[in-house]
Structures are given as C-alpha cells and as structure tokens.
C-alpha cells in the first residue's frame, strides 16, 4: 500500500498512483481527511479529496485506502475506500470502531502510539464482535524516549501478534521510523518476521508535501525499495501480490 500522506490536489494523487502501481504496489494510500496535530495544520480536502482518489483508482486499478475521523462520515468514506483506514489517534474510538463494525468493507486499524498489544486486540474486538471480520492490524511504531526516530517501531509485535491472533498484520516503516533512510531496512525486517503487507508513504515532490514530506519516499527511491523487496521475498517464504485484473464485460 503506497501513497501520499495527505491527498493534496488531482495532479499530485494520479503521479502518485501511476507511478506506485508501476513500482508493484496493490493499494493506493492516501487521507482526504488527516489527523493532525495541530488544528491549524492542513486538515485534507475532504470530499474533493475521496474525489480525486476515485479518479486515481479509475485510471490505475488500484483499489484505495484512505482514513476515516468520524462515526457520521463512515457512509461517505466507505462509498469511495475499498479500505478504511483507522489511524492511530483514534484506535480507541470506540463509536468509530462499533460503526465500522456494521460497515461491509476491511478495517486497517493502527496501534495506538501508546497502546498495548492487549489493547490494540480489544480495539480489534469492538470491530469484529460488531459484525465486521475483516479488520488489519498495523503496527506504525509507538512512543519512545529516543528523538532520534520519530517513533520506535516495533517489529516483535508482528510475531507476538500472530501468536494471538488470525487478523493480518500490516507494518507501517514511515510513521514508525519518520525517516526515508530507515523505511527500506524496516521494510525488509518487517517482511522477515512475517509482515503480511507494508503501508509507505510517497509523494512525487516530498518537499512541497502539505503533511509528512519529511518521511515520504520519492516515487524513483519506491521503486527501488520495491526491486529490493522482490529479491528478498523467496527467502521470506511470502509472495508479492498482483494487482487483480478488472473483470472483462
Ligand atoms: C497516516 O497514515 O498518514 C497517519 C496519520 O498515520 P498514523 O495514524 O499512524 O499517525
Ligand atoms: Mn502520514
């Protein structure tokens, strides 16, 4: 799963899509509506956001991921994400989680900065036992003392994941480490203990990025991690999925 931070104009998310869907990527990330830290931070497009990432999937195949903030805007997200993203500020929202609970499409429900393994699967549960089964864990580093990452990314948790759970487990190295040198290390690291899928952002000029350009990866430096993953993949004992073809008429 590859993307911007934020969706930010038409232009931006269609370089954005094309080039990841060239690099092997099978999703498209990308928020219409962010998280931020501070309220006078770009907050997203919103609706003109989904729209453009309609029109990214239209042209490329790539079904899209993107976050949702707020219980009342499920209805409007779903209608346009093939997967909806849970972000780590709110992995304890609980009317969001019972909501997109009764919603038919998968969750990607991120750990919370702080929160526990415990708590991420009791996140899971109010999901799961509200109807929905199809929920992916993501691990997108927690809080450390350390400022030398932006978070520290906790890799153990894939296998202590799996030793507790059957969901798939997702490992995010952009937010987890915050820095563009770190992600391809981390990325074959969390292939190694049986990641089942990378989220990673990438913006095709990371210096004008209106969120998180700090960590984004070029799309040329994608691609190159993405030739580099396909050389480790037969010693993961994994797979890299394809894009799945649409359907002929
Ligand atoms: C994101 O994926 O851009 C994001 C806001 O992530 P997180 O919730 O992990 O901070
Ligand atoms: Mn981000």
Redesign the pocket.
């Known amino acids: 799963m590859a993307g911007p ?2 969706v930010e104009s038409e232009d931006q998310v269609l370089e954005t899509a094309h080039g990841v869907v060239a690099a092997g990527a099978t999703m498209l ?1 990308g ?1 219409a509506f ?2 931020r830290t501070s309220p006078d931070a770009f907050q997203g497009l919103g609706e003109i956001g989904l729209a453009h990432l309609r029109n990214a999937k239209a042209q490329t195949g790539l079904p899209v991921v993107t ?1 949702v903030l707020d219980p009342r805007q499920v209805e409007l997200v779903s209608a346009t994400a093939d997967m909806l ?1 849970v ?4 992995m304890q929202n609980t009317p969001l989680l019972r909501e997109l609970g009764g919603c038919d499409k998968p969750v990607l429900l ?1 750990r919370g ?1 702080s929160a526990t393994v415990d708590e991420l699967l009791g996140a899971a549960d109010y999901i799961l036992e509200a109807g929905n089964s199809q929920v992916v864990l ?1 691990e ?2 927690i809080r450390s003392f350390d400022p030398s990452t932006r978070y520290l990314l906790d890799l153990a948790v894939v296998p202590n994941l799996r030793s507790r759970t059957g969901l798939p487990v997702v490992v ?1 190295p952009s ?1 987890g480490t915050g820095r563009p040198d770190l992600i391809l290390p981390m990325a074959l690291g969390a292939l190694a203990v049986g990641a089942d899928g990378l ?1 990673i ?1 990438v913006h095709p000029a990371p210096e004008l990025a209106l ?2 350009g700090h960590q984004a990866l070029t799309i040329g430096a994608f691609s190159a991690l993405m030739d580099e993953i396909r050389q480790w993949i037969p010693a993961s004992g994994r797979y890299l999925s394809l894009l799945a073809q649409p359907a002929a008429d």
Request: with cysteine.
């Open positions: 931070c934020s990330r928020g962010k998280p976050e993203q972000g780590s500020r709110n991120k900065a993501c997108r580093g995010d937010h989220l952002e969120s998180d």
